[in-house]
């Protein structure tokens, strides 16, 4: 059967590092995509508020405007491309795009964990595809791999280092031993942290993704709020050190955790056992372990940070939708947000204290008042004025346990600062 070719007309709105290197890719890969697809995507125009980005498009030889709604009222652009990052206008240009008729493509991970529901329901009303795969682990093609590759599994657990600036940081702190604003300085000239790295730092960027993922997986759109989130911010190179000593690196990790119609959430810096493929991402890498049913064990691994990578998932996105017409998405499911503070897991807390008679046993009986068993205490080495770090590993507690129980040590005079409380997965 022969095939006609199909053009379609692009907008791209947001001339960033994404936005700049989807025109690179189009451009270089253009042809590869014809000749495997036959379709012929053609840049109709690109829109950056920057009127300086004009240079840039002018370098690119693709025409430029500084106005969005040249694109979104453009009867002869099929599909715009919102690269804008951020809730608004972002939020207002997808919409109005949508009621003009066009299918969206964006990576705004921010603005689908806050309102994807209304998006995606603007989306159905109007005919219209919102597809977002460049919105979670850039390069990887995990939505559809999860959307379409997995339409018939159920997913029981999903592990995910989500972030490449912040698995970069831990990564050199671990590696080389950098202090977290080094590491974190060398992330930002590399390129991989948002124009306001406390996103990635504090764990939202991670979160947001979390929030898509949750969607994809398991059919609820969860509020930000209310997921727990811990970013890297209090991860010292002392507790690097001492889990290296353990046999673990530290990861932030996402996790989610299925159990019929109830879901656990949490984004937090995680203890994993060196060996697993989670523990071993290196630099701005970005993975995700998920349990399924009846696909068993999956493990997604690639570049989660970058314009370049980031590229081929907007790309494949905009083929998806000029192609196929369609992308598969999930319906939304009758499952349960749990609250966390019941969970049970493994701790490992760092107590900084002065080194003298009973210091141990006071802690030991607070620990024991609220049911939590110690697995393993080790007392380190002296270090200035008589301060010694004790580092123990629970067995499984309850987080609301050890939040308590941790309060009350903080307050005993003989600790000099306060615990540092990690979870630990043995996966
Ligand atoms: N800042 C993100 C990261 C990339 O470091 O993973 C975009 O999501």
């Given at each position: 059967m022969s095939q006609e070719q199909v053009i379609k007309r692009i907008g791209i709105i947001g001339l960033g590092t994404v936005g700049e290197a989807v025109v690179r890719s189009l451009i270089r890969y253009g042809a590869n995509i014809k000749r495997r697809s036959l379709l012929s995507l053609q840049i109709a125009g690109v829109c950056d508020k920057?009127?300086?980005k004009a240079h840039l498009a002018s370098r690119l030889s693709v025409p430029f405007t500084s106005d969005p709604y040249k694109l979104i009222n453009d009867p002869g652009i099929d599909i715009i491309v919102e690269l804008v990052g951020g809730i608004e206008p972002a939020g207002t240009y997808i919409c109005d795009a949508l009621r003009a008729g066009k299918h969206v493509v964006t990576a705004n991970k921010a603005l689908l964990a806050e309102r994807g529901r209304d998006i995606l329901s603007l989306a159905a009303k109007q005919s219209r595809i919102v597809a977002f795969e460049a919105s979670v682990c850039g390069a990887i093609p995990l939505i559809k791999s999860i959307s379409e590759g997995l339409v018939a599994c159920e997913v029981n657990k999903l592990y995910g280092i989500l972030n490449g600036t912040t698995n970069y940081i831990l990564w050199r702190m671990e590696k080389d031993k950098l202090d977290f604003s080094k590491a974190l300085k060398e992330a930002k000239l590399k390129g991989?942290?948002?124009?306001?790295?406390s996103i990635d730092i504090e764990g939202r960027d991670t979160l947001y993704k979390l929030c898509i993922l949750s969607y994809l997986c398991f059919g609820i759109w969860p509020k930000p709020a209310d997921v727990p989130t811990e970013g890297i911010g209090n991860i010292s190179l002392l507790d690097i050190f001492y889990a290296q000593e353990m046999g673990y690196n530290i990861k932030l990790l996402a996790v989610a955790k299925r159990i019929k119609n109830r879901l656990q959430l949490g984004v937090h810096p995680t203890l994993i056992p060196e060996g697993h493929p989670l523990s071993e991402t290196s630099s701005s890498y970005n993975s995700v372990y998920l349990d399924t049913e009846p696909a068993g064990d999956l493990l997604f691994y690639g570049k989660g940070a970058g314009g370049v990578p980031t590229s081929s998932a907007v790309i494949s996105d905009i083929v998806d939708i000029a192609f196929y017409g369609k992308v598969v998405m999930r319906r939304e499911e009758k499952v349960v947000l749990e609250n966390n503070k019941d969970n049970a897991s493994r701790y490992y807390v760092r107590f900084m204290t002065k080194d003298c008679p009973g210091v141990l046993a006071q802690i030991s009986r607070i620990l024991a008042s609220k049911d939590i068993s110690i697995a393993s205490v080790t007392q380190k080495q002296r270090g200035r004025k008589n301060i010694v770090p004790i580092v123990m590993v629970t067995h499984d507690a309850k987080e609301d346990n050890i939040r308590k129980a941790l309060k009350r040590i903080d307050a005993l005079p003989s600790i000099k600062c306060p615990s540092r409380v990690i979870k630990m997965e043995s996966l």
């Open positions: 920057r009127s300086a991989f942290a948002e124009r306001n790295p």
